[in-house]
């Protein structure tokens, strides 16, 4: 690794320090910690949204898809502007407009306010171990880019340095710290795809005949797969704009309803086309290289998920390394550190916060943060027990919306709640995608576990809700 690179890189890791260690003095209490405030403007939200949801996982998960599939893998992201579209038109305005939630910080303590507590904590959970997972695919995409692209590096000791960089920022400053920072994060990102990832790498594997010449016809087709594919990720990535803790606390964040909806508006463009046609592009251009001979890797050592990486490894000269670097681990941290956001804001209110009495709000930040610690620490355990990233990002969305996407659909947009029927729900569906994806055998119509997950939690909720009359409609006409 050339000095100049590893400048550019340390430098960007302490300017990610600096922001954390900035906003620990800014935030004075609860709200500045989980929710920013609850005063931030549509572009700083819609850059975060979109920098959480794309991310590290989906950055280098693109980039397989587009080594594997050509131009096709765009549509994986297809499925995120339909879901974030869906949400700032239905879920934005009835989450902002009902002053019950107005001074709420997770998730969760909407479920407790539809249903009932015991509700609510299966829902923390829930989302806890399905945040955990995500943020250890985050830090396994960082990990990837960097033992991929620094020669020497292995894959664990990338794992550390990049969980250790996450988590002490995140612990700092909170999700002020998280937001600023994508917005950060984001422009780089994108100035590294369009001004130096994207054209080198064309002009480095010949241009466009050679490009055509050197993969088959598919490759440049949008058509190159199946129904199946379109529908597992649909199933899979579109409720979650629906059951996300990191997208509930930027509508929490948000300055009003308009101003939410504005945000995410602005991230499903960001999504699609802009990014995902950005990342299968430079995975299809991997892929060109590789079968030119011009990455120096055996074809039967080569993961998809890693052609990127080792590409920019071999393509740029020092400097341009170490920028384009930064700009990749911008999209793997603007993911971590929302997701180890979510999943703190869940252990800390949702869980320990029902019985753990604070004699002030500086010392409950200060458990804030301890707890933000510790699940870091836990999900890097987890990430160094994994070997691909978007295998355990999506298995993390499906647990999530397996068990909390039925709960919530009834609950914010029907007359039909019941606490015993939202929490089989959500053990049936969870249950289900869990069991059918460990198992891993071909399902029927090859669909995703999550779609009998899904399918499970919704026959369970209506036979529970029609066995056991909805005793819990009373309870939301007091808080009206």
Not at 314 to 333: E, K, W
């Amino acid at each position: 690794m050339h000095y100049i690179d590893l400048g550019i890189f340390v430098g960007y890791m302490l300017l990610m320090l600096g922001i954390g260690y900035y906003f620990m003095h800014q935030n004075k209490n609860q709200d500045d910690y989980f929710v920013g405030g609850r005063n931030i403007g549509s572009w700083h939200i819609g850059l975060s949204v979109v920098a959480t949801d794309v991310g590290g996982g989906f950055s280098v998960g693109l980039g397989g898809l587009g080594f594997l599939m050509g131009i096709s893998g765009s549509w994986m992201l297809f499925t995120g502007l339909l879901g974030a579209w869906l949400a700032g038109v239905f879920l934005i305005p009835r989450i902002k407009q009902d002053r019950a939630f107005a001074n709420f910080y997770t998730f969760p303590q909407i479920f407790e306010y539809l249903f009932s507590k015991k509700v609510g904590l299966v829902a923390a959970f829930i989302s806890l171990i399905g945040y955990l997972g995500f943020t250890s695919s985050q830090l396994l995409a960082g990990a990837k880019l960097a033992s991929g692209t620094f020669e020497g590096l292995s894959l664990n000791q990338a794992l550390i340095f990049m969980g250790a960089i996450a988590v002490i920022y995140t612990v700092l400053g909170g999700l002020k710290a998280v937001i600023y920072t994508d917005t950060i994060q984001w422009i780089i990102l994108m100035l590294g795809f369009i001004f130096i990832g994207l054209p080198i790498a064309y002009f480095h594997v010949g241009g466009w005949e050679v490009i055509q010449s050197s993969l088959p016809p598919e490759f440049f087709r949008l058509d190159n797969l199946t129904w199946q594919d379109f529908a597992n990720w649909g199933i899979t990535i579109l409720p979650i704009w629906f059951i996300g803790m990191t997208l509930y606390q930027r509508i929490f964040a948000s300055r009003d309803v308009k101003s939410a909806q504005k945000a995410w508006f602005i991230a499903g463009i960001f999504e699609w086309p802009i990014m995902a046609f950005m990342g299968v592009a430079l995975g299809l251009l991997s892929r060109v290289a590789f079968e030119q001979g011009l990455l120096f890797v055996d074809v039967d050592m080569l993961d998809p998920e890693m052609g990127i990486p080792i590409l920019l490894r071999t393509i740029l000269p020092p400097g341009i390394l170490g920028l384009m670097m930064a700009a990749y681990f911008s999209a793997v941290l603007s993911t971590a550190d929302s997701c180890l956001m979510a999943a703190s804001g869940n252990l800390t209110t949702d869980i320990f916060g029902k019985w753990m009495k604070f004699k002030s709000e500086d010392k409950q930040m200060r458990f804030s943060q301890l707890f933000t610690f510790i699940l870091g620490s836990g999900a890097l355990m987890i990430a160094l027990q994994m070997t691909n990233v978007l295998e355990l990002m999506l298995y993390s969305y499906a647990f999530m919306v397996s068990g909390l996407f039925i709960p919530i659909m009834f609950g914010l947009f029907t007359n039909k709640r019941n606490p015993d029927a939202a929490i089989a729900s959500m053990i049936c569906g969870g249950l289900v995608t869990l069991t059918l994806g460990f198992i891993g055998s071909e399902l029927p119509l090859g669909l995703d576990p999550n779609f009998y997950g899904i399918t499970t939690a919704l026959v369970i909720y209506l036979l529970v809700f029609k066995l056991r009359k909805p005793n819990h409609q009373i309870k939301l006409k007091a808080y009206a």
